[in-house]
């Protein structure tokens, strides 16, 4: 199985948000549509500016917690929106 960092932008709402998946598709239907509560319905529509395929859970995972930290935020500053 393959994992998946992503990082979505608002542009509506100038936020950012980090998560992973093994199913990127249906996790960004859920963040765009389908959720009915959590903190991505209320900044819609998302796109996504930053994927990184892993071969393992615990590499997603640490991936998506460097990306939460100030130098991981800094990095996604510099992704184009």
């Known amino acids: 199985?393959?994992?998946?960092v992503y990082v979505l932008y608002s542009d509506k709402h100038n936020k950012t948000y980090v998560g992973y998946t093994s199913d990127l598709i249906s996790r960004l239907n859920s963040h765009n549509k389908f959720a009915t509560k959590g903190y991505t319905i209320k900044f819609r529509p998302w796109k996504v500016i930053y994927i990184k395929f892993y071969q393992d859970k615990k590499s997603?995972?640490?991936?998506?917690?460097?990306?939460?930290?100030?130098?991981?935020?800094d990095f996604i500053k510099t992704l184009p929106r």
């Open 1 to 4: 199985m393959e994992f998946v």
């Open 60 to 73: 997603a995972m640490n991936r998506e917690k460097y990306l939460k930290t100030g130098t991981g935020r």
